[in-house]
């Protein structure tokens, strides 16, 4: 008698909630992308910490992001900042009171709005923001 095989237990697949997280991640970066843009440009192109030009600048989240999802693609909660200013010693990150001081001392009330505005902000919205920001951004990307 041969052994029969084994009945396989078929895992079971569930690839539309996979591509949709897929899709969901790949607006989110698109997303950031152009809202770097339209940050570093509105910051006319100077970090804000150490007011460096001609320097490679990322868009840092005020807010953290993680702890303020909601506030994850709100341009006013997002600023110019150099590689070093953002994540190196002498960051952003590094001393949050110090860079709350700072940011306060810079840019009056505008910490509090973040605040007020991270408890009662809309839920994102992905695909109706990257339309409005892929029109907003197409100029500045181009240049
Ligand atoms: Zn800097």
Request: aromatic residues 8%; glycine residues 6%.
């Amino acid at each position: 008698m041969s052994a029969l095989p084994k009945p396989t237990r078929k895992k079971k697949a569930n690839h539309s909630r996979k591509k949709a997280t897929n899709e969901r991640r790949q607006m989110e970066i698109e997303l950031e992308k152009l809202l770097s843009a339209h940050v570093i440009q509105r910051d006319r192109d100077v970090c804000n910490w150490c007011g460096k030009t001609y320097i490679r600048l990322f868009g840092a989240h005020v807010l953290p992001k993680g702890s303020n999802p909601r506030l994850r693609f709100e341009p006013f909660n997002i600023m110019a900042l150099c590689y070093a200013c953002h994540l190196g010693n002498r960051g952003w990150h590094k001393d949050p009171m110090r860079a709350r001081e700072w940011f306060e001392g810079k840019y009056p009330g505008r910490y509090e709005r973040l605040q007020i505005a991270a408890s009662c902000a809309p839920k994102v919205d992905l695909p109706l923001l990257l339309t409005v920001w892929r029109d907003e951004v197409k100029g500045v990307l181009e240049k």
